[in-house]
C-alpha cells in the first residue's frame, strides 16, 4: 500500500539527518533513507499494536497510542482487523 504524508519542514530535515548519521557513522538498524526510516518506524509500531509483550509495544505506550478497549491488548498473529 502507498500512502503519502505530509511533515513539517523541520521534522523532514531532523529525519534527514538521523539517515545521514546513519549513513557517515552506521547504526545498529541504519536506514539510507527517510522513506526507509518512516517504514521502519511504521512497522514497529503495527508490530506493537499486534504484540502486547513486544518491545515495540512499550512505544505506542509512551505516545499514548493504545487504545482504551481490552480487545487491543490481545496478542493476534496477524496484521489489521482481526475476523470474526
Not at 10 to 35: C, F, M, P, R, T
Not at 38 to 60: D, F, K, N
Not at 63 to 81: I, W
Request: proline letters at 2%.
Amino acid at each position: 500500500m502507498k500512502i503519502e504524508i505530509e511533515l513539517h519542514d523541520s521534522v523532514a530535515a531532523e529525519l534527514a539527518y538521523i539517515v545521514e548519521l546513519h549513513k557517515e557513522h552506521g547504526a545498529a538498524n541504519a536506514q539510507d533513507s527517510v522513506e526507509a526510516l518512516l517504514a521502519y518506524v511504521a512497522s514497529a509500531i503495527a508490530a506493537g499494536s499486534r504484540r502486547p509483550g513486544a518491545w515495540e509495544r512499550t512505544c505506542l505506550d509512551m505516545m499514548g497510542l493504545v487504545a482504551n478497549t481490552d480487545e487491543h491488548h490481545y496478542y493476534r498473529s496477524d496484521y489489521g482487523r482481526p475476523e470474526a
